[in-house]
Structure formats: structure tokens, C-alpha cells
């Protein structure tokens, strides 16, 4: 190999050095806005200051990738409505929109969580002295249904869990199950933030609001931890490890679980993993605890998000109607048929 060939072989070399290199320390901030570099949007400078503001502000990758996604349709189908200035905005673009989604077959509780973010980028301009504060003098409300938490049946937990015969699975599924954390969160989890001896999970950081909170785990769920702990990497920073210093990621985990539910016969039912956390709250409302307590489990901002549970498990409400049904059967009022 000639000299200029060495050279520039290389020169190949170091520049995908330099390409890998400013891959892995781009920060998600910068991989968002590259995006919104390639797209044809109206009031893409505006768009961006929001997202830079969002990162300043410490709002997670995932709210500002959720946010940019909403973002992105509503400005998309504002130009494609033949607008261009966001000054010019009105109440009916919002509407327009939110019929535009929802006849695209988006789901309600989507289409909200959308409105909500564009709504958010809205004030935010308002408050930059950018469009004027009109179009909110009166709060676009989307109704959604008020539908019940999906735990599973006690029969079907037993069915599932018969099914699990691999370690790492078995114990992340009693985790799930005995401490009620999501999915996102137990991902997440790095051996420092299990404490095996009092018997509880430190969750530093909430994956939804942020809130931190402390939970317990159970004689099962510690003896499966335990197993796992005797076989996985010591050198893996993760609990749950993937390759290199990751964990799992939710597909792979979301692939296991629709695996085993499938060889229990459960994969009709609509159980989701979500599920398994709807399970631990409906079992500890079964079992006597109040309210207050599993909503700081839980790590809801809102006692409200915790008393859908109790609209699932209220057994007050259960003895209060076989009590009186039993008393109508026997004739004791009209109403024996």
C-alpha cells in the first residue's frame, strides 16, 4: 500500500471515528431538532425556540419527543390549510385539527394528548408576545371515556406466571406484579436502587411525573430477585441488562410477556403488561389498604388516578348489594318474582 493510500485510509478511519464519536454524545435535544431540520413547516424558528426551552426547562427526552410529534402535525396541517403565520391563528384550526385526527381513526385519549401539547406550544408564543391570546378565551374539552383499570383474574396471574420458566423473565414479572412500578421504570432499575436486605426499590425518579417514591417487595418477589441476582453479570450496571451498558427494551420485554400470555392461552383477553400493575393495586384495595397509601405506591400526583381502583375492588359496594338482593329474593320486600 502506497503512502497516499495509507493516508488516506487513514483519514477513513479517523472521520468514522469522528462520526461515531458525535453520534453517541449528541444529546436528544440535538437529534430532535436535526429532525426538524429536514421537515417543511410554517414557524419553524418558533418551533424550535419551544424545544429548546423544553430542554432548558429539564422536561424529559420522551415529554419533548412527544411533544415534537404533535407539534409537527398540527403546523403540517396548519400550512396544508393554506396558513403560514401562526399570528393568524384561530380557535377553528385547533377544531379543524382535532376532526382532522380523529377522522384519521386516532384514538380520543391520543387526540388529547396532542391538543394538550399544542395547546402548551400555543402559550408559550403568547407569552412571547408572538400571537395574540384570543384563541383561548374559551378551553377546547375533549370528553374521554371514564373506563375501568384491566387487572387480571387471580386464575390467569396463576396461568401466566406457570408459563414463565426463564429466570430474568420470572423475576421481572414478580416485580411488576408485587411492587406495581411501570414497566419504563423497572427497565431502568441499576442494582444500587434494590435493596434486597429491607426489602424495597428506591425510584429516584418517577417515569411519568417525576415523583419519587420508595416500594416494598414481597417473599416471592425476593426470592425470584435473589435467583436472578446469582446468575446475571456483576459487571452489568443494569438490572435487567441488554448489550453493552443498556438495559432491555420495552419491545423485547413487551415480546416476552405477549409470549407467555400466548402459552397460557391468555392472549385473547387484552392483557397488557400495564395489567399487571393494574393487579397489584386492585389486590392491595382487596386485601384492606386505604387509599392514601397505595396512591404514594403508585406515585400518583392525584388521589382521583387511585380511586378508579376503588370503583374496581369496592367489596363495601359488593356485600352492600348481594346483602339487600338476598333480602328482596326472599320476599322481604316487593320485588320477589
Known amino acids: 500500500?502506497?503512502?497516499?493510500?495509507?493516508?488516506?485510509?487513514?483519514?477513513?478511519?479517523?472521520?468514522?471515528?469522528?462520526?461515531?464519536?458525535?453520534?453517541?454524545?449528541?444529546?436528544?435535544?440535538?437529534?430532535?431538532?436535526?429532525?426538524?431540520?429536514?421537515?417543511d413547516l410554517p414557524e419553524k424558528e418558533h418551533f424550535e425556540n419551544y424545544l429548546r426551552y423544553k430542554w432548558r426547562a429539564n422536561h424529559k427526552p420522551r415529554t419533548i419527543d412527544s411533544s415534537f410529534t404533535s407539534i409537527r402535525f398540527f403546523l403540517d396541517f396548519y400550512g396544508k390549510s393554506g396558513k403560514t403565520e401562526l399570528k393568524h391563528i384561530e380557535r377553528s384550526d385547533l377544531e379543524a385539527f382535532i376532526e382532522h385526527e380523529q377522522d384519521r381513526g386516532m384514538h380520543i385519549s391520543t387526540v388529547r394528548t396532542r391538543l394538550a401539547c399544542i395547546v402548551a406550544f400555543l402559550h408559550f408564543l403568547v407569552e412571547q408576545d408572538q400571537i395574540p391570546g384570543t384563541v383561548f378565551k374559551k378551553r377546547i374539552r375533549l370528553k374521554l371515556p371514564d373506563t375501568l383499570p384491566r387487572a387480571m383474574n387471580p386464575q390467569d396471574v396463576k396461568k401466566l406466571l406457570s408459563m414463565i420458566d426463564h429466570t430474568r423473565d420470572r423475576a421481572l414479572i414478580f416485580l411488576l406484579l408485587r411492587t406495581g412500578i411501570r414497566i419504563g421504570e423497572a427497565l431502568e432499575l441499576t442494582m444500587n436502587d434494590i435493596d434486597l436486605k429491607d426489602r424495597k426499590v428506591n425510584l429516584f425518579q418517577?417515569?411519568?411525573?417525576?415523583?419519587?417514591?420508595?416500594?416494598?417487595?414481597?417473599?416471592?418477589?425476593?426470592?425470584?430477585?435473589?435467583?436472578?441476582?446469582?446468575?446475571?453479570d456483576p459487571e452489568k450496571r443494569f438490572v435487567f441488562y441488554g448489550k453493552g451498558d443498556t438495559h432491555i427494551c420495552y419491545s423485547t420485554a413487551h415480546t416476552c410477556f405477549v409470549r407467555y400470555l400466548k402459552d397460557a392461552g391468555l392472549d385473547t383477553k387484552g392483557y397488557t403488561v400495564h395489567c399487571l400493575r393494574h393487579t397489584y393495586a386492585s389486590e392491595l384495595l382487596n386485601a384492606g389498604m386505604r387509599l392514601e397509601v397505595l396512591q404514594h405506591l403508585l406515585g400518583h400526583q392525584d388521589i382521583e388516578m387511585t380511586r378508579r381502583y376503588a370503583r374496581l375492588t369496592d367489596r363495601t359496594r359488593e356485600e352492600e348489594y348481594f346483602r339487600a338482593m338476598a333480602i328482596i329474593e326472599k320476599g322481604g320486600i316487593d320485588g320477589d318474582y
Open 1 to 39: 500500500m502506497t503512502q497516499a493510500n495509507v493516508a488516506e485510509s487513514g483519514s477513513d478511519s479517523s472521520i468514522l471515528e469522528t462520526a461515531q464519536y458525535n453520534h453517541r454524545t449528541r444529546t436528544p435535544i440535538n437529534r430532535i431538532l436535526e429532525r426538524l431540520s429536514q421537515l
Open 206 to 232: 418517577g417515569e411519568k411525573n417525576d415523583m419519587g417514591r420508595v416500594v416494598y417487595l414481597s417473599n416471592d418477589a425476593v426470592f425470584c430477585l435473589k435467583r436472578w441476582f446469582r446468575l446475571r
